[in-house]
Protein backbone atom coordinates (compact mmCIF):
# COMPACT_ATOMS: atom_id res chain seq x y z
CA UNK A 1 0.00 0.00 0.00
CA UNK A 2 1.07 3.79 -1.01
CA UNK A 3 2.21 5.41 2.24
CA UNK A 4 0.20 9.00 2.82
CA UNK A 5 3.16 10.50 2.85
CA UNK A 6 6.92 9.60 2.19
CA UNK A 7 9.74 12.10 2.55
CA UNK A 8 13.30 11.02 1.99
CA UNK A 9 16.88 13.21 2.35
CA UNK A 10 14.58 16.55 2.04
CA UNK A 11 16.81 19.35 2.60
CA UNK A 12 15.97 23.61 1.60
CA UNK A 13 18.33 26.22 1.98
CA UNK A 14 17.00 29.84 1.39
CA UNK A 15 19.09 31.86 -0.28
CA UNK A 16 20.11 35.19 1.28
CA UNK A 17 18.09 38.26 0.02
CA UNK A 18 20.64 40.77 0.83
CA UNK A 19 23.46 40.60 -0.64
CA UNK A 20 25.19 40.50 2.93
CA UNK A 21 22.60 38.17 4.50
CA UNK A 22 23.13 34.30 5.24
CA UNK A 23 22.10 31.19 4.11
CA UNK A 24 19.90 29.32 5.97
CA UNK A 25 19.37 25.65 6.36
CA UNK A 26 15.65 25.38 7.13
CA UNK A 27 15.67 21.92 6.53
CA UNK A 28 18.94 19.52 6.56
CA UNK A 29 18.21 15.76 5.30
CA UNK A 30 15.08 15.15 6.61
CA UNK A 31 12.95 11.80 6.27
CA UNK A 32 10.20 9.53 7.54
CA UNK A 33 6.58 8.06 5.81
CA UNK A 34 3.59 8.53 7.21
CA UNK A 35 0.93 5.61 6.54
CA UNK A 36 -2.85 6.40 5.53
CA UNK A 37 -5.32 7.36 8.36
CA UNK A 38 -2.51 8.48 10.73
CA UNK A 39 -2.77 11.16 13.17
CA UNK A 40 1.17 12.31 12.82
CA UNK A 41 2.26 15.44 14.24
CA UNK A 42 5.93 17.47 13.56
CA UNK A 43 6.88 19.23 16.91
CA UNK A 44 9.65 21.38 17.31
CA UNK A 45 10.38 24.75 18.74
CA UNK A 46 9.63 27.68 16.28
CA UNK A 47 11.86 28.22 13.25
CA UNK A 48 13.02 24.60 13.36
CA UNK A 49 11.96 23.75 10.12
CA UNK A 50 7.93 22.74 10.89
CA UNK A 51 6.27 25.31 8.36
CA UNK A 52 8.99 24.61 5.53
CA UNK A 53 8.11 21.04 5.92
CA UNK A 54 4.55 21.65 5.26
CA UNK A 55 5.25 23.77 2.55
CA UNK A 56 7.34 22.07 0.46
CA UNK A 57 4.33 19.05 1.27
CA UNK A 58 1.60 21.40 0.25
CA UNK A 59 3.90 22.08 -3.52
CA UNK A 60 4.22 25.60 -2.04
CA UNK A 61 8.16 25.30 -1.25
CA UNK A 62 10.25 23.90 -3.60
CA UNK A 63 12.59 21.57 -1.88
CA UNK A 64 16.60 22.02 -2.26
CA UNK A 65 17.04 18.50 -2.04
CA UNK A 66 15.58 15.08 -1.67
CA UNK A 67 12.18 13.97 -2.47
CA UNK A 68 8.12 14.07 -1.16
CA UNK A 69 5.42 12.08 -2.08
CA UNK A 70 1.75 12.29 -1.43
CA UNK A 71 -0.02 8.97 -2.08
CA UNK A 72 2.99 8.10 -4.52
CA UNK A 73 2.58 11.17 -6.43
CA UNK A 74 6.23 13.52 -6.87
CA UNK A 75 5.32 16.64 -5.45
CA UNK A 76 7.66 18.90 -6.98
CA UNK A 77 6.23 16.80 -10.30
CA UNK A 78 3.05 16.88 -10.57
CA UNK A 79 1.77 19.51 -7.96
CA UNK A 80 -1.82 19.82 -9.61
CA UNK A 81 -2.45 15.89 -8.41
CA UNK A 82 -1.49 16.79 -5.55
CA UNK A 83 -2.97 19.65 -4.70
CA UNK A 84 -6.61 17.55 -5.54
CA UNK A 85 -5.52 15.28 -2.61
CA UNK A 86 -4.26 17.42 -0.07
CA UNK A 87 -6.57 20.06 2.28
CA UNK A 88 -4.34 22.80 3.85
CA UNK A 89 -5.06 24.67 6.79
CA UNK A 90 -1.91 27.29 6.95
CA UNK A 91 -0.87 29.26 9.91
CA UNK A 92 -1.81 32.72 8.85
CA UNK A 93 -5.76 33.62 7.97
CA UNK A 94 -5.60 33.67 4.34
CA UNK A 95 -9.55 33.58 3.89
CA UNK A 96 -11.09 35.20 1.30
CA UNK A 97 -12.05 38.48 3.38
CA UNK A 98 -13.95 39.84 -0.26
CA UNK A 99 -16.12 36.45 0.93
CA UNK A 100 -18.93 35.25 3.01
CA UNK A 101 -18.32 32.28 5.16
CA UNK A 102 -20.28 30.11 3.05
CA UNK A 103 -18.98 31.70 -0.21
CA UNK A 104 -15.40 30.83 0.65
CA UNK A 105 -16.30 27.13 0.96
CA UNK A 106 -18.40 27.37 -2.00
CA UNK A 107 -15.91 28.75 -4.18
CA UNK A 108 -13.22 26.33 -3.09
CA UNK A 109 -15.32 23.60 -4.09
CA UNK A 110 -15.76 25.11 -7.66
CA UNK A 111 -12.16 25.47 -8.03
CA UNK A 112 -11.68 22.24 -7.20
CA UNK A 113 -14.79 21.39 -9.74
CA UNK A 114 -17.52 19.82 -7.28
CA UNK A 115 -20.94 19.88 -8.65
CA UNK A 116 -23.31 22.75 -7.29
CA UNK A 117 -25.78 20.87 -5.83
CA UNK A 118 -22.94 18.77 -3.90
CA UNK A 119 -20.91 21.60 -2.99
CA UNK A 120 -23.86 23.34 -1.43
CA UNK A 121 -24.84 20.63 0.93
CA UNK A 122 -21.19 20.58 1.78
CA UNK A 123 -20.66 23.60 2.96
CA UNK A 124 -24.50 23.62 4.67
CA UNK A 125 -23.06 20.80 6.38
CA UNK A 126 -19.77 22.11 7.54
CA UNK A 127 -21.18 25.37 8.28
CA UNK A 128 -23.51 23.54 10.75
CA UNK A 129 -20.28 21.00 12.04
CA UNK A 130 -18.24 23.80 12.92
CA UNK A 131 -21.00 25.49 14.81
CA UNK A 132 -20.62 28.66 12.33
CA UNK A 133 -24.41 28.07 10.41
CA UNK A 134 -25.96 31.08 12.04
CA UNK A 135 -22.58 33.59 10.75
CA UNK A 136 -22.15 31.63 7.84
CA UNK A 137 -23.72 34.21 5.52
CA UNK A 138 -21.40 37.35 6.88
CA UNK A 139 -17.82 38.66 6.05
CA UNK A 140 -15.48 36.93 8.07
CA UNK A 141 -14.22 40.81 9.61
CA UNK A 142 -16.30 40.25 12.54
CA UNK A 143 -15.36 36.68 13.29
CA UNK A 144 -13.00 35.39 16.42
CA UNK A 145 -9.81 33.79 15.92
CA UNK A 146 -11.52 30.04 16.90
CA UNK A 147 -14.28 30.79 14.18
CA UNK A 148 -11.58 31.69 11.92
CA UNK A 149 -9.40 28.75 12.32
CA UNK A 150 -12.93 26.40 11.92
CA UNK A 151 -13.62 28.05 8.63
CA UNK A 152 -10.18 27.16 7.52
CA UNK A 153 -10.35 23.44 8.47
CA UNK A 154 -13.87 23.45 6.92
CA UNK A 155 -12.94 25.11 3.97
CA UNK A 156 -9.68 22.25 3.57
CA UNK A 157 -12.25 19.61 4.43
CA UNK A 158 -14.64 20.69 0.99
CA UNK A 159 -13.09 18.76 -1.34
CA UNK A 160 -12.62 15.71 0.75
CA UNK A 161 -8.74 15.45 0.89
CA UNK A 162 -6.93 12.32 1.70
CA UNK A 163 -4.68 14.50 3.80
CA UNK A 164 -5.34 17.20 5.77
CA UNK A 165 -2.12 19.41 6.75
CA UNK A 166 -2.22 21.51 9.76
CA UNK A 167 0.10 24.45 10.47
CA UNK A 168 0.23 25.19 13.86
CA UNK A 169 -3.54 24.95 14.55
CA UNK A 170 -3.84 26.06 17.76
CA UNK A 171 -1.20 28.61 18.16
CA UNK A 172 -3.34 31.86 19.38
CA UNK A 173 -6.56 30.25 20.25
CA UNK A 174 -7.37 30.97 24.00
CA UNK A 175 -7.36 27.60 25.99
CA UNK A 176 -11.52 26.66 25.67
CA UNK A 177 -11.15 27.11 22.08
CA UNK A 178 -7.64 24.95 21.76
CA UNK A 179 -9.83 21.67 23.36
CA UNK A 180 -12.64 22.39 21.18
CA UNK A 181 -9.96 22.35 18.42
CA UNK A 182 -8.39 19.23 19.42
CA UNK A 183 -11.78 17.20 19.90
CA UNK A 184 -12.72 18.59 16.23
CA UNK A 185 -9.52 16.87 15.00
CA UNK A 186 -9.94 13.42 16.81
CA UNK A 187 -13.20 13.06 15.75
CA UNK A 188 -11.94 14.12 11.83
CA UNK A 189 -8.98 11.12 12.54
CA UNK A 190 -11.49 8.75 13.88
CA UNK A 191 -13.24 8.90 10.47
CA UNK A 192 -10.63 7.71 9.15
CA UNK A 193 -8.59 11.11 7.79
CA UNK A 194 -5.00 11.09 7.58
CA UNK A 195 -3.77 14.26 9.67
CA UNK A 196 -0.54 15.85 9.45
CA UNK A 197 0.08 18.44 12.30
CA UNK A 198 2.64 21.36 13.27
CA UNK A 199 2.59 22.52 16.51
CA UNK A 200 5.18 23.73 19.22
CA UNK A 201 2.89 22.51 22.11
CA UNK A 202 4.34 19.61 23.76
CA UNK A 203 0.93 18.85 25.39
CA UNK A 204 -1.23 19.21 21.32
CA UNK A 205 1.06 16.51 19.99
CA UNK A 206 0.89 13.98 23.33
CA UNK A 207 -2.89 14.70 23.35
CA UNK A 208 -3.45 13.96 19.43
CA UNK A 209 -0.59 12.30 17.92
CA UNK A 210 -0.55 8.86 17.18
CA UNK A 211 3.37 9.46 15.94
CA UNK A 212 5.22 12.68 16.63
CA UNK A 213 8.76 13.24 14.90
CA UNK A 214 10.66 15.90 16.65
CA UNK A 215 12.33 18.30 14.72
CA UNK A 216 14.98 20.72 15.40
CA UNK A 217 17.19 23.07 13.49
CA UNK A 218 16.00 21.39 10.61
CA UNK A 219 17.08 17.72 11.39
CA UNK A 220 14.69 15.04 12.60
CA UNK A 221 15.97 14.20 16.44
CA UNK A 222 13.39 11.22 16.53
CA UNK A 223 10.41 9.89 15.64
CA UNK A 224 7.89 7.54 17.80
CA UNK A 225 4.94 6.72 19.25
CA UNK A 226 3.95 9.72 22.31
CA UNK A 227 4.38 6.81 24.96
CA UNK A 228 7.64 5.29 23.76
CA UNK A 229 8.83 8.71 22.99
CA UNK A 230 8.67 9.39 26.92
CA UNK A 231 9.95 6.02 28.20
CA UNK A 232 12.84 6.89 25.77
CA UNK A 233 14.24 9.53 28.52
CA UNK A 234 16.45 8.15 30.96
CA UNK A 235 14.74 8.43 34.34
CA UNK A 236 11.57 9.77 32.87
CA UNK A 237 10.34 11.17 36.25
CA UNK A 238 11.56 14.36 37.81
CA UNK A 239 10.38 14.74 41.17
CA UNK A 240 11.38 18.56 42.60
CA UNK A 241 11.48 19.32 46.43
CA UNK A 242 12.02 22.47 47.76
CA UNK A 243 14.03 22.76 51.19
CA UNK A 244 15.31 24.61 53.84
CA UNK A 245 17.93 23.24 55.70
CA UNK A 246 20.51 24.41 58.48
CA UNK A 247 23.13 21.84 56.80
CA UNK A 248 24.49 23.96 53.30
CA UNK A 249 26.71 20.76 53.29
CA UNK A 250 23.32 18.99 51.99
CA UNK A 251 24.30 15.45 53.46
CA UNK A 252 20.67 14.47 52.56
CA UNK A 253 21.36 14.81 48.23
CA UNK A 254 24.40 13.42 49.28
CA UNK A 255 22.48 10.31 50.56
CA UNK A 256 19.66 10.47 47.78
CA UNK A 257 21.73 8.94 44.62
CA UNK A 258 21.71 6.11 47.03
CA UNK A 259 17.79 5.54 46.63
CA UNK A 260 16.92 2.47 44.27
CA UNK A 261 15.03 4.23 40.86
CA UNK A 262 17.34 6.97 41.33
CA UNK A 263 19.28 8.02 38.15
CA UNK A 264 20.50 11.75 38.97
CA UNK A 265 20.57 14.49 41.57
CA UNK A 266 21.11 17.44 40.54
CA UNK A 267 20.51 20.61 43.68
CA UNK A 268 21.09 24.28 44.13
CA UNK A 269 20.65 25.96 47.39
CA UNK A 270 17.11 25.47 48.48
CA UNK A 271 16.11 22.99 45.49
CA UNK A 272 16.66 19.57 44.28
CA UNK A 273 15.79 17.96 41.17
CA UNK A 274 15.30 14.03 41.76
CA UNK A 275 15.32 12.19 38.12
CA UNK A 276 14.05 8.49 38.89
CA UNK A 277 13.66 5.89 36.15
CA UNK A 278 10.29 5.53 38.47
CA UNK A 279 8.14 7.41 40.85
CA UNK A 280 6.24 4.62 42.96
CA UNK A 281 7.22 5.34 46.33
CA UNK A 282 10.04 7.35 45.89
CA UNK A 283 8.86 10.68 46.73
CA UNK A 284 7.68 9.27 50.13
CA UNK A 285 11.63 7.53 50.95
CA UNK A 286 12.95 11.02 49.80
CA UNK A 287 10.67 12.56 52.36
CA UNK A 288 11.29 10.18 55.38
CA UNK A 289 15.46 10.85 54.54
CA UNK A 290 15.02 14.33 54.56
CA UNK A 291 13.66 14.34 58.09
CA UNK A 292 16.30 11.58 58.98
CA UNK A 293 18.88 14.40 57.74
CA UNK A 294 16.82 17.47 59.44
CA UNK A 295 15.99 19.20 56.37
CA UNK A 296 12.78 20.90 55.76
CA UNK A 297 10.69 19.77 52.55
CA UNK A 298 8.57 23.11 52.04
CA UNK A 299 7.29 21.65 48.23
CA UNK A 300 7.46 18.91 46.71
CA UNK A 301 6.36 18.53 42.45
CA UNK A 302 6.14 14.88 40.31
CA UNK A 303 6.63 15.07 36.96
CA UNK A 304 5.63 12.30 34.54
CA UNK A 305 7.41 11.60 31.81
CA UNK A 306 6.94 13.99 28.81
CA UNK A 307 8.01 15.53 25.61
CA UNK A 308 9.34 18.51 27.42
CA UNK A 309 12.34 16.47 29.28
CA UNK A 310 12.58 14.60 25.81
CA UNK A 311 13.31 17.55 24.25
CA UNK A 312 15.40 18.82 27.09
CA UNK A 313 17.54 15.46 27.09
CA UNK A 314 17.70 15.28 23.23
CA UNK A 315 18.80 18.84 22.43
CA UNK A 316 19.67 20.31 25.82
CA UNK A 317 17.81 23.38 25.60
CA UNK A 318 14.02 23.54 26.75
CA UNK A 319 10.96 23.86 24.03
CA UNK A 320 9.76 26.88 25.03
CA UNK A 321 13.07 29.16 24.78
CA UNK B 1 -10.58 24.65 -17.17
CA UNK B 2 -13.29 24.29 -14.67
CA UNK B 3 -10.66 25.30 -11.87
CA UNK B 4 -9.92 28.68 -14.15
CA UNK B 5 -13.90 29.44 -15.15
CA UNK B 6 -14.05 28.83 -10.84
CA UNK B 7 -11.53 31.62 -10.38
CA UNK B 8 -13.11 33.48 -13.17
CA UNK B 9 -16.44 33.38 -11.39
CA UNK B 10 -14.78 34.14 -8.27
CA UNK B 11 -13.43 37.87 -9.53
CA UNK B 12 -16.36 38.32 -11.09
CA UNK B 13 -18.59 38.20 -7.97
CA UNK B 14 -15.72 40.54 -6.17
CA UNK B 15 -15.76 43.16 -9.05
CA UNK B 16 -19.52 42.70 -9.57
CA UNK B 17 -20.24 43.59 -5.76
CA UNK B 18 -17.77 46.85 -5.74
CA UNK B 19 -19.56 47.87 -9.53
CA UNK B 20 -20.25 51.39 -8.20
CA UNK B 21 -16.52 52.07 -6.83
CA UNK B 22 -15.38 50.57 -10.15
CA UNK B 23 -17.95 52.92 -12.37
CA UNK B 24 -17.09 55.89 -10.61
CA UNK B 25 -13.30 54.83 -11.00
CA UNK B 26 -13.14 55.11 -14.79
CA UNK B 27 -16.30 57.64 -14.95
CA UNK B 28 -15.27 60.72 -12.93
CA UNK B 29 -11.90 61.25 -15.29
CA UNK B 30 -13.25 61.01 -18.73
CA UNK B 31 -15.94 63.06 -17.29
CA UNK B 32 -13.98 66.01 -15.68
CA UNK B 33 -11.56 65.96 -18.78
CA UNK B 34 -14.40 66.04 -21.37
CA UNK B 35 -16.14 69.27 -18.85
CA UNK B 36 -12.24 70.86 -19.15
CA UNK B 37 -11.24 70.24 -22.33
CA UNK B 38 -14.63 69.58 -24.17
CA UNK B 39 -16.46 72.66 -22.37
CA UNK B 40 -14.99 74.94 -20.33
CA UNK B 41 -11.21 75.37 -22.24
CA UNK B 42 -12.79 75.80 -26.21
CA UNK B 43 -15.53 78.68 -24.23
CA UNK B 44 -12.39 80.25 -22.92
CA UNK B 45 -11.09 80.04 -26.35
CA UNK B 46 -7.59 78.44 -25.24
CA UNK B 47 -8.11 75.75 -27.06
CA UNK B 48 -9.42 74.91 -30.79
CA UNK B 49 -12.76 72.92 -30.76
CA UNK B 50 -11.33 70.42 -32.52
CA UNK B 51 -8.90 69.43 -30.03
CA UNK B 52 -11.46 66.93 -28.29
CA UNK B 53 -11.67 64.67 -31.70
CA UNK B 54 -7.81 64.62 -30.88
CA UNK B 55 -8.65 64.11 -26.94
CA UNK B 56 -11.42 61.12 -27.19
CA UNK B 57 -8.99 58.47 -28.33
CA UNK B 58 -6.37 59.33 -25.71
CA UNK B 59 -8.78 59.20 -23.05
CA UNK B 60 -11.01 56.31 -23.94
CA UNK B 61 -7.30 54.48 -24.34
CA UNK B 62 -6.10 55.75 -20.84
CA UNK B 63 -8.94 54.82 -18.96
CA UNK B 64 -9.15 50.98 -20.60
CA UNK B 65 -5.07 50.96 -19.94
CA UNK B 66 -5.72 52.22 -16.20
CA UNK B 67 -8.29 49.74 -15.49
CA UNK B 68 -6.91 47.05 -16.44
CA UNK B 69 -3.32 47.64 -15.02
CA UNK B 70 -4.80 48.37 -11.68
CA UNK B 71 -7.41 45.63 -11.80
CA UNK B 72 -4.60 43.28 -11.57
CA UNK B 73 -1.72 44.87 -9.76
CA UNK B 74 -3.87 46.29 -7.01
CA UNK B 75 -5.26 43.13 -5.65
CA UNK B 76 -1.79 41.18 -6.08
CA UNK B 77 0.54 43.50 -4.34
CA UNK B 78 -2.17 43.50 -1.28
CA UNK B 79 -2.28 39.80 -1.91
CA UNK B 80 1.04 38.81 -1.90
CA UNK B 81 2.74 41.65 0.64
CA UNK B 82 -0.06 41.55 2.93
CA UNK B 83 -3.11 39.19 3.23
CA UNK B 84 -1.68 36.23 1.57
CA UNK B 85 -5.31 35.59 -0.04
CA UNK B 86 -3.82 34.55 -2.52
CA UNK B 87 -2.54 31.47 -1.32
CA UNK B 88 -6.41 30.01 -1.42
CA UNK B 89 -5.95 30.15 -5.35
CA UNK B 90 -2.79 28.52 -5.24
CA UNK B 91 -4.25 25.75 -3.39
CA UNK B 92 -6.53 25.21 -6.34
CA UNK B 93 -5.50 21.92 -8.78
CA UNK B 94 -4.07 24.17 -11.24
CA UNK B 95 -1.21 25.35 -12.29
CA UNK B 96 0.28 28.49 -10.60
CA UNK B 97 0.72 30.23 -14.22
CA UNK B 98 -3.44 29.46 -14.75
CA UNK B 99 -3.61 31.27 -11.56
CA UNK B 100 -1.90 34.46 -13.27
CA UNK B 101 -3.53 33.88 -16.88
CA UNK B 102 -6.65 34.80 -14.75
CA UNK B 103 -5.88 37.39 -13.25
CA UNK B 104 -4.81 38.74 -16.71
CA UNK B 105 -8.26 37.98 -18.30
CA UNK B 106 -9.98 39.61 -15.28
CA UNK B 107 -7.74 42.78 -16.18
CA UNK B 108 -9.29 42.40 -19.74
CA UNK B 109 -12.76 41.82 -18.68
CA UNK B 110 -11.96 45.01 -16.41
CA UNK B 111 -10.83 47.43 -19.44
CA UNK B 112 -13.42 45.78 -21.50
CA UNK B 113 -16.20 46.75 -19.16
CA UNK B 114 -14.65 50.26 -18.29
CA UNK B 115 -14.67 51.26 -22.29
CA UNK B 116 -18.11 50.09 -22.97
CA UNK B 117 -18.65 53.07 -19.69
CA UNK B 118 -15.97 55.79 -21.05
CA UNK B 119 -16.40 55.76 -25.08
CA UNK B 120 -20.33 56.33 -25.08
CA UNK B 121 -20.03 59.12 -22.26
CA UNK B 122 -17.02 60.45 -23.80
CA UNK B 123 -18.87 60.52 -27.33
CA UNK B 124 -21.90 62.48 -26.36
CA UNK B 125 -20.33 64.61 -24.23
CA UNK B 126 -17.66 65.85 -26.45
CA UNK B 127 -19.68 65.91 -29.31
CA UNK B 128 -17.12 64.49 -31.31
CA UNK B 129 -18.23 63.60 -35.12
CA UNK B 130 -17.52 60.24 -35.39
CA UNK B 131 -17.95 57.79 -38.49
CA UNK B 132 -16.74 54.12 -38.34
CA UNK B 133 -16.55 52.38 -40.80
CA UNK B 134 -16.05 48.07 -40.82
CA UNK B 135 -12.21 47.78 -40.39
CA UNK B 136 -12.54 50.74 -38.10
CA UNK B 137 -15.22 48.71 -35.67
CA UNK B 138 -12.32 45.41 -36.48
CA UNK B 139 -9.51 48.20 -35.51
CA UNK B 140 -11.30 49.25 -32.96
CA UNK B 141 -12.18 45.66 -30.80
CA UNK B 142 -7.72 44.72 -31.94
CA UNK B 143 -6.83 47.54 -30.30
CA UNK B 144 -9.35 47.57 -27.41
CA UNK B 145 -8.25 43.73 -26.71
CA UNK B 146 -4.16 44.23 -27.05
CA UNK B 147 -4.34 47.38 -25.23
CA UNK B 148 -6.38 45.70 -22.21
CA UNK B 149 -3.93 42.81 -22.27
CA UNK B 150 -0.76 44.92 -22.46
CA UNK B 151 -1.84 46.34 -19.20
CA UNK B 152 -3.17 43.51 -17.45
CA UNK B 153 0.32 41.95 -18.35
CA UNK B 154 2.35 45.35 -17.08
CA UNK B 155 -0.08 45.21 -14.10
CA UNK B 156 1.00 42.23 -13.29
CA UNK B 157 4.65 42.91 -13.50
CA UNK B 158 4.25 45.81 -11.29
CA UNK B 159 1.85 44.02 -8.75
CA UNK B 160 4.36 41.15 -8.11
CA UNK B 161 7.17 43.12 -8.10
CA UNK B 162 6.89 46.17 -5.39
CA UNK B 163 6.00 45.96 -1.54
CA UNK B 164 2.64 47.83 -0.63
CA UNK B 165 4.17 50.26 0.88
CA UNK B 166 5.71 51.62 -2.33
CA UNK B 167 2.21 51.83 -4.55
CA UNK B 168 2.31 55.52 -3.35
CA UNK B 169 5.94 55.63 -5.09
CA UNK B 170 4.77 53.72 -8.65
CA UNK B 171 2.03 56.25 -8.99
CA UNK B 172 4.67 58.91 -8.66
CA UNK B 173 7.29 57.43 -10.50
CA UNK B 174 6.09 55.40 -13.09
CA UNK B 175 2.51 56.00 -14.10
CA UNK B 176 2.77 59.87 -13.82
CA UNK B 177 5.57 60.44 -16.35
CA UNK B 178 3.94 56.95 -18.53
CA UNK B 179 0.68 58.73 -18.79
CA UNK B 180 2.27 62.41 -19.84
CA UNK B 181 4.41 60.44 -22.28
CA UNK B 182 2.07 58.48 -23.65
CA UNK B 183 0.29 60.51 -26.43
CA UNK B 184 -2.65 60.73 -24.80
CA UNK B 185 -3.10 64.37 -24.86
CA UNK B 186 -1.91 64.84 -28.39
CA UNK B 187 -1.09 62.44 -31.23
CA UNK B 188 2.63 61.11 -31.85
CA UNK B 189 2.25 62.42 -35.52
CA UNK B 190 2.62 65.78 -34.30
CA UNK B 191 6.03 65.25 -32.30
CA UNK B 192 7.79 65.13 -35.53
CA UNK B 193 8.43 68.97 -34.73
CA UNK B 194 10.78 67.46 -31.52
CA UNK B 195 12.76 63.99 -33.35
CA UNK B 196 14.28 62.93 -30.24
CA UNK B 197 11.10 63.50 -28.13
CA UNK B 198 9.00 61.14 -30.73
CA UNK B 199 11.83 58.54 -31.00
CA UNK B 200 12.25 58.67 -26.98
CA UNK B 201 8.29 58.12 -25.94
CA UNK B 202 7.95 54.65 -27.94
CA UNK B 203 9.64 52.81 -24.65
CA UNK B 204 6.15 53.37 -23.28
CA UNK B 205 3.22 51.34 -23.79
CA UNK B 206 0.84 53.17 -23.48
CA UNK B 207 1.95 55.07 -26.49
CA UNK B 208 0.94 52.26 -28.82
CA UNK B 209 -2.64 51.93 -26.99
CA UNK B 210 -3.60 56.04 -27.64
CA UNK B 211 -2.55 55.69 -31.07
CA UNK B 212 -3.75 52.37 -31.55
CA UNK B 213 -7.14 53.94 -30.56
CA UNK B 214 -6.56 57.41 -32.93
CA UNK B 215 -5.97 54.75 -35.91
CA UNK B 216 -9.42 53.21 -35.29
CA UNK B 217 -11.71 55.88 -34.16
CA UNK B 218 -10.05 58.96 -35.72
CA UNK B 219 -7.97 57.85 -38.77
CA UNK B 220 -8.50 61.16 -40.58
CA UNK B 221 -6.78 62.75 -38.16
CA UNK B 222 -2.37 62.23 -37.99
CA UNK B 223 -1.90 59.07 -36.38
CA UNK B 224 0.95 56.22 -36.11
CA UNK B 225 1.16 53.59 -38.89
CA UNK B 226 -0.83 50.52 -38.33
CA UNK B 227 2.39 48.12 -38.61
CA UNK B 228 4.26 50.13 -35.51
CA UNK B 229 0.76 50.11 -33.73
CA UNK B 230 -0.16 46.21 -33.86
CA UNK B 231 3.96 45.36 -33.37
CA UNK B 232 4.13 47.80 -30.42
CA UNK B 233 0.80 46.47 -28.83
CA UNK B 234 1.79 42.59 -29.61
CA UNK B 235 5.35 42.94 -28.96
CA UNK B 236 4.82 44.50 -25.21
CA UNK B 237 1.98 41.59 -24.58
CA UNK B 238 3.93 39.54 -24.84
CA UNK B 239 6.83 40.86 -23.38
CA UNK B 240 5.30 41.53 -19.90
CA UNK B 241 2.94 38.39 -20.02
CA UNK B 242 6.29 36.66 -20.17
CA UNK B 243 7.74 38.68 -17.21
CA UNK B 244 4.84 38.81 -15.57
CA UNK B 245 4.19 35.40 -15.59
CA UNK B 246 7.60 34.40 -14.65
CA UNK B 247 7.71 36.94 -11.26
CA UNK B 248 4.49 35.05 -10.32
CA UNK B 249 5.85 31.95 -10.49
CA UNK B 250 8.68 33.00 -8.49
CA UNK B 251 6.29 34.77 -5.61
CA UNK B 252 4.29 31.94 -5.81
CA UNK B 253 6.76 29.40 -5.05
CA UNK B 254 9.33 29.72 -2.10
Known sequence: ME??????????????????????????????????????????????????????????????????????????????????????????????????????????????????????????QLLERFELGERGDEKITGYSGG???????????????????LDEPTTGLDPQSRLAMWDLLRELNAKGQTI?????????????????????????????????????????????????????AHSFTAALPAMPGVVEVKSDHERVRIYADRAEGLLASAMRLASEHGVMVTDAHVAEPSLENLFLHLTGRSLRD | MTTMLALLHRDLRVARRELQYFLLRVGLQPLLFTFIFGFVMPRLGIIQRGYTTMLLPGILGLSMTLSSMQAVALPLVIDFGFTKEIEDRLLAPIR????????????????????????????????????????????????????????????????????????????NILLAPMIFFGCAYYPWATLNVIPWFQVVVLVNPLVYASEGFRLALTPQMPHMSPWLVYGGLVGFSLFFTWVGLRKFEKRALD
Open chain 1, 196 to 248: FLTTHYMEEADQLCRRIAIIDHGKLLTLDSPGQLKRSVPGGYLIELHVRSKDP
Open chain 2, 96 to 171: ISGVAIEKIIVGILQAIIAGLVVLPLAWILMRVHLTLGATDVINLLLVAFLSSWLFAAFGMVIGTMIDPQQIGLVF
Open chain 1, 3 to 124: KAIAVEGLKKTYQPKARKGVEVKALDGVSFEVPRGEFFGLLGPNGAGKTTTIGILTTRVLPTAGVARIEGIEVARDPVAVKRRIGVVPQVNNLDRNLTAREILLFHAEYFGIAKHARESHAR
Open chain 1, 147 to 165: MLQRLKIARALMHDPAILF
